[in-house]
């Protein structure tokens, strides 16, 4: 099966390389010229675990290429997948010209029947926007349009891609839903689940997973709160909570609250799909505005703990949004530090992998070689992200690098007691 990917992203790049992987013919397209040259040189442009390695095995194997020209790779493609963003408008809703740009591509190219995949994250009523568009030129007969929605996370996509907890398909058509059996049949094979819906419940269920995941996490923000007030430590709340299964122990870890590409755009594209319904969705908007107190109550709290922040000298351990990638959008570790250098401070900041697109964002920005040397000569520690590599300093070497022994640890990482007896001053999230 011949199978075009637009867009080569974190999602597109991850659904081509798979699907190739389960022997499909993939093309993956993208307009950033120097995206593709990168990949034809087998460099991966983002950080991606086990991704490198099913990109150059199915490129070696002639099943995985990549082009510029999208328009070439339409014509000669059953089906085509859409992954391309959906960023944010100032107004909370999606920008769609990327989407929308790429059905005109796919329109201008159409020669055969063609199911039209959405994996991009899209408002409800997308797919029948694009069906519209591709109408205007084409027979209806000659193309389906399909929900696809995406629930890799990053870090982990590879493996979230090949053995997905469900595969979502929204479709309206029996000979499309045909062509999506045999495309999943490697993942279905494999006892994987998949739910068929009609395309706009597609649409929706990925909307309404993401905020449900957003509202679980501002709860447990806010539950940090009062713990923090009654004395209560707010992980043994989070884990007593957990191990009912009604409630399950994921997405129950307080921090400065949610960031990255999906949460804070997809919970203000579902709240503004709705308000244009006119259908209230107060839990949603509480847990938006929940996650925006959530960073400012972080830098309070850093505030507080440095005292005067014109002029402190702040080792801030992460940047990327959450741990094993690079993407630094939304992040709470990045308004961190553009709000620690707003106000004057001297940021020296370490992140495993995100570095590079963090100096691009913020050029005021020191840079260390590893933890150690952030903390070198600084006022104290603000740990922003959950790297592994973070959960065992050495801190006896880390007390001996800083100025002052000062951890702020905005996810959790340590055993208070344990930090103490180390001889440090230590702030976390709601614990005593
Ligand atoms: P991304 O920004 O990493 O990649 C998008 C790519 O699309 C870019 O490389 C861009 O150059 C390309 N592009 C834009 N317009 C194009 C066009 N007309 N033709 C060809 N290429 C074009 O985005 P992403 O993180 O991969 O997200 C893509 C979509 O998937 C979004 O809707 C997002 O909400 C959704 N999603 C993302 C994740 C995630 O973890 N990143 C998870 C699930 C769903």
Known sequence: MNVTVIGTGYVGLVTGACLAH???????????AGKIQKLRQGLIPIYEPGLEEVVSRNVQAGRLRFTEDVAAAIPDAEVVFLAVGTPPLPDGSADMRYVFGAVQTISEGHRRYQVIVTKSTVPVGTGAKIEALMAERHPRDSFSVVSNPEFLREGSAVADFMRPERIVVGCDDPKALEIMRRLYKPQTDQSIQMLTTNRVTAELIKYASNAFLAVKISFINEVSRLCEEVGADVMDVARGMGMDSRIGPRFLHPGPGYGGSCFPKDTRALLDVARARKVGLRVVDAAVAANEDQIQRALNKIQKAFGIIAGARVALLGLAFKSDTDDIRESPAMKIAG??????????????????????????????????????G???????????????????????????????????????????????????????
């Open 339 to 376: 709000a620690l250098l707003d106000a004057g401070a001297v940021v020296r900041a370490f992140d495993p992998a995100a570095a590079e697109n963090a100096a691009a964002v913020l050029p005021a920005l020191a840079f260390a070689k590893d933890p150690y040397d952030a903390a070198a």
């Open 378 to 432: 600084s006022d104290g520690v603000v740990v922003a992200t959950e790297w592994n590599e973070f959960k065992r300093l050495d801190l006896q070497r880390l007390k001996a690098s800083l100025k002052t022994p000062l951890i702020v640890d905005l996810r959790n990482l340590y055993d208070p007691r344990e930090i103490r007896e180390a001889g440090f001053t230590y702030v976390s999230v709601g614990r005593p």
């Open 22 to 32: 389960f022997g499909l013919d993939v093309t993956c397209a993208d307009l950033d």
